[in-house]
């Protein structure tokens, strides 16, 4: 018996499994050895090894109680998995490489839809998976699904592909965690990472590059995925959210994009989100918009929009504020993004017409699209004083 901190005690059949077991850090049942120089045998060994990946994966045990441990050796070319549609396995796996570029693997057949699709248990381990013509990528359809130290590249793709699939439209897919990855693209072609049915998955420290979509999302079950650590860039859309609640977007860098966020569900969590995103005055004209204070000094006055509801479309920061008392005296104005429930911001001022201005705020408030901006405004003498305000917004 062998003991694996974290994880429990395993039986260890044979030298190879204890070495293979030791180098992945998990308990697998069976280790299998893939690589261009065996001798395509049993894959037993690095001698005895099976020449194709799709040799091992037809030889790993399909009992839901299993674990096969399959080693892939670099190659000098690539691993062609050369199979029609989306060759799928329902074994439960975990592919192991040596490098994000030294087992590149391929599927060059013909008919091919995907390079590899798991129905089982599936990890992914420093592994090169390169697309052409029309090819998704890798397809996960059971939760717990993981990819680690990957690269993806689908410079060659001739039409729409996705790198990263996961799956859940026959079973909600939960639970996977995708960290360390590349994602180089066709700017017209890919989408780098597709959700479908997908919740509570978490992806990190991803670079994704050059793609027609970086991270897509559809049906309502998507729900609760958490990105941090991104970077998207010179891609025509970095994030595109269709449908799903509550998603976490914290630390992403966004810059070179045609477009960077095509929110359509707008309750979702952005924290910290760089990249260089242009400001513009909202409303566009030289009136502004009329906020009254109350009648009496030193009293609210109503809630007024300043941003309708549906006026952008995009995520976006309050970043400034242009005043014009028509009062020279002490004016207090508060924001809000929910309607008077909370205050993202609170300011005072003292001035004459046109010198109530406040400098760049640089909120960590990012509100999804769609949403309405109001103010509320008192003075310190009696009322009601008008002011008149513009906000300096920046779209992400």
């Given at each position: ?215 897509h999302i559809e049906d309502a079950d998507s729900d609760g995925n958490y990105f941090h650590n991104l970077e998207i860039g010179e891609c025509a859309l970095g ?6 609640n509550n998603q976490l977007f914290k630390d992403i860098n966004l810059y070179g994009n045609t477009r960077n966020i095509d929110d359509e569900v707008g309750d ?129």
């Amino acid at each position: 018996m062998i003991g694996n901190s974290g994880v429990g005690a395993c039986e260890i059949s044979s030298l190879n499994e204890a070495i293979g077991a030791s180098i992945i850090g998990l308990c697998v049942t069976d280790v299998l050895f893939v690589s261009p120089n065996g001798d395509n045998s049993d894959g037993s060994s690095w001698t005895k090894a099976y020449t194709t990946i799709q040799a091992a994966l037809d030889a790993a045990s399909t009992d839901a109680d299993d674990c096969t441990l399959i080693n892939i050796g670099p190659h000098a070319t690539y691993y062609d998995i050369n199979t029609t549609g989306d060759p799928t396995w329902s074994a439960n796996v975990i592919l192991n490489g040596t490098h994000r570029l030294w087992a590149a693997i391929r599927n060059t057949h013909a008919s091919a839809t995907s390079i590899m699709k798991f129905t089982g248990k599936a990890s992914l381990i420093n592994l090169a998976i390169f697309q052409t013509g029309t090819v998704d990528g890798v397809i996960f359809t059971k939760s717990g699904w993981r990819v680690r130290r990957s690269g993806f590249n689908s410079e060659s793709l001739t039409g729409p592909a996705a790198s990263i699939c996961i799956d859940g439209s026959a079973a909600l897919v939960r639970g996977g965690i995708m960290e360390d990855v590349q994602i180089r693209g066709h700017v017209t072609h890919t989408r780098a990472i597709h959700l479908d049915t997908a919740k509570i998955n978490e992806f990190k420290n991803i670079f994704i590059y050059k793609c027609a979509t970086g991270i897509h999302i559809e049906d309502a079950d998507s729900d609760g995925n958490y990105f941090h650590n991104l970077e998207i860039g010179e891609c025509a859309l970095g994030i595109d959210i269709d449908a799903g609640n509550n998603q976490l977007f914290k630390d992403i860098n966004l810059y070179g994009n045609t477009r960077n966020i095509d929110d359509e569900v707008g309750d979702h969590s952005y924290k910290n989100i760089q990249g260089s995103f242009p400001i513009a005055i909202y409303p566009d004209n030289f009136t502004g918009v009329t906020v009254a204070s109350d009648a009496v000094a030193d009293t609210w006055g109503s809630l007024t929009e300043l941003i309708a509801a549906n006026a952008i479309d995009n995520p976006f920061r309050v970043v400034g504020y242009i005043f014009d008392p028509d009062v020279s005296q002490w004016s207090r104005m508060r924001f809000t993004g929910d309607g008077g429930t909370t205050y993202f911001d609170d300011t005072m001022f003292d001035g004459q017409k046109n010198l109530g201005t406040k400098a760049l705020a640089g909120t960590e408030f990012v509100f999804n699209a769609d949403t309405k901006i109001e103010a509320v405004a008192k003075v310190i003498g009696a009322g009601p004083d008008n002011i008149q305000v513009w906000l300096e917004v920046q779209e992400i």
